[in-house]
T-cell receptor
Framework: DTEVTQTPKHLVMGMTNKKSLKCEQHMGHRAMYWYKQKAKKPPELMFVYSYEKLSINESVPSRFSPECPNSSLLNLHLHALQPEDSALYLC?????????????FGQGTRLTVV | RKEVEQDPGPFNVPEGATVAFNCTYS??????FFWYRQDCRKEPKLLMS???SGNEDGRFTAQLNRASQYISLLIRDSKLSDSATYLC????????????FGAGTILRVKS
């Protein structure tokens, strides 16, 4: 089972709204990631949590706020976004066991900021 | 220079053809490497992991050349369903498992 579940699948929000994206995995993976992907571009790393601690923040604007409540859950809190933040937001997880570092992706949340 | 570079393509090949993609990476400290495929408006899916010199899975073969810092992906007997974007990914473990994506190579298999 290599399932990473993201909700919602689609989200439309205004620039003054606050919303959250959710990600869940039950594979016992110890690293979780948020990526942002624009059309015809590769995924860009935003945040990495390793063993529930934030290990990488790729200089992401503070209007994006990650949270890792436990080893299975990852949230991305959104506030005061701009239209250019519209993109596919992908969550992924990696085992980090026995040297296995490959990432498994969820289906993504397609975000539109209006 | 980008950290991970790929030929963007597109590669247009007939069914049954053999096609090879190359990917170069700039940091010699990189430890692990992956090939993902991504279909239009879908998430990337892991195709192959490369931890040592290479890996083979059916029609797909990945090779790693650490001295020259490149990874290749060979697809034999191409199928229409192989049409996708192929993403080369390098793991920078010294930065806490930072997976760096290449820009992707587009493959179109035609009948």
């Amino acid at each position: 089972d290599t399932e990473v579940t993201q909700t919602p699948k689609h989200l439309v929000m205004g620039m003054t709204n606050k919303k959250s994206l959710k990600c869940e995995q039950h594979m016992g993976h110890r690293a979780m990631y948020w990526y942002k992907q624009k059309a015809k571009k590769p995924p860009e790393l935003m945040f990495v949590y390793s063993y529930e601690k934030l290990s990488i923040n790729e200089s992401v604007p503070s209007r994006f706020s990650p949270e890792c409540p436990n080893s299975s859950l990852l949230n991305l809190h959104l506030h005061a976004l701009q239209p250019e933040d519209s993109a596919l937001y992908l969550c992924a997880s990696s085992p980090l066991k026995q040297g296995k570092t490959e990432a498994f992706f969820g289906q993504g949340t397609r975000l539109t900021v209006v | 220079r980008k950290e991970v570079e790929q030929d963007p393509g597109p590669f247009n090949v007939p069914e049954g053809a053999t096609v090879a993609f190359n990917c170069t990476y700039s940091n010699s400290a990189s430890q692990s490497f992956f090939w993902y495929r991504q279909d239009c408006r879908k998430e990337p899916k892991l195709l192959m992991s490369v931890y040592s010199s290479g890996n083979e899975d059916g029609r797909f073969t990945a090779q790693l050349n650490r001295a020259s810092q490149y990874i290749s992906l060979l697809i034999r007997d191409s199928k229409l369903s192989d049409s996708a974007t192929y993403l080369c990914v390098v793991n920078r473990e010294e930065y806490g498992n930072k997976l760096v994506f290449g820009a992707g190579t587009i493959l179109r298999v035609k009948s």
